[in-house]
């Protein structure tokens, strides 16, 4: 079965670059939530989309930003990097907010990000 | 707001045995959705069992079980028949009727061969 697929999978950046990071999920997923998780910590929400449009913000940085395309698939932009955004990026997706919530979240295997 | 907190940051098990992980969370609803997630050393979060709040039966899968107690806000996760492959962090996540995810800080899981 397809799973949510992210990209890329490690991305080493250097303070102050910009990063995209690419969020492609399951199909007739129409919900996608992007998730930081520093080392040895729990995911934290940053942000979701309900058919491409936000549904939910969470602790997201200004710096960061994200949009759903019309192919359902989500970036995360992050801008003006700072050593403290090391972490793994998880996307995960679920079907139908609201009629069928009962729907797990289904996560990508993730992109660390190291910044140095 | 909803919480959601696992009070063993750390557990260990002997192979072939069974544990149990704690779960309580916070709610004033009364339709919610509780999971829990497995994230070994891959990293990967893999969903391993849920729970709808309103069916009393415990959800099964396989040697994964739930005891859920809503009255007690309480949701456990136990492991049968321990194996090497079930070392990992171990997360309980609630899920609320507008979409809202919380994840507890989660539970390390050592198996002991």
């Known amino acids: 079965a397809a799973g949510v697929i992210q990209s890329p999978r490690h991305l080493i950046k250097e303070k102050r670059e910009t990063a995209t990071l690419k969020c492609y999920p399951i199909p007739r997923h129409d919900t996608v939530y992007w998730y930081q998780q520093g080392p040895g910590q729990d995911p934290q929400f940053l942000i979701s989309?309900?058919?491409?449009?936000?549904?939910d913000k969470g602790s997201i940085p200004d710096r960061f930003s994200a949009q759903q395309f019309s192919d359902y698939h989500s970036e995360l932009n992050m801008s003006s990097l700072e050593l403290g955004d090391s972490a793994l990026y998880f996307c995960a997706s679920s079907s139908a907010k609201g009629a069928t919530y009962n729907s797990p979240l289904h996560f990508g295997n993730g992109t660390r990000l190291t910044v140095t | 707001a909803q919480t959601v907190t696992q009070s063993q940051p750390e557990m260990s098990v002997q192979e072939a045995e069974t544990v149990t992980l704690s779960c309580t969370y916070d709610?004033?609803?009364?339709?919610?959705?509780l999971f829990w997630y497995k994230q070994p050393p891959s990293r990967q979060m893999i969903l391993v069992i849920r729970q709808e709040a309103y069916k009393q039966q415990n959800a099964t899968e396989n040697r994964f079980s739930v005891n859920f107690q809503k009255a007690a806000k309480s949701f456990s996760l136990k492991i049968s028949d321990s194996q090497l492959g079930d070392a990992a962090m171990y997360f309980c996540a609630y899920r609320s009727r507008d979409d809202k995810i919380i994840f507890g800080k989660g539970t390390r899981l050592h198996i002991l061969p």
């Open positions: 709610t004033s609803e009364s339709d919610y959705y």
């Open positions: 989309f309900y058919e491409k449009m936000q549904s």
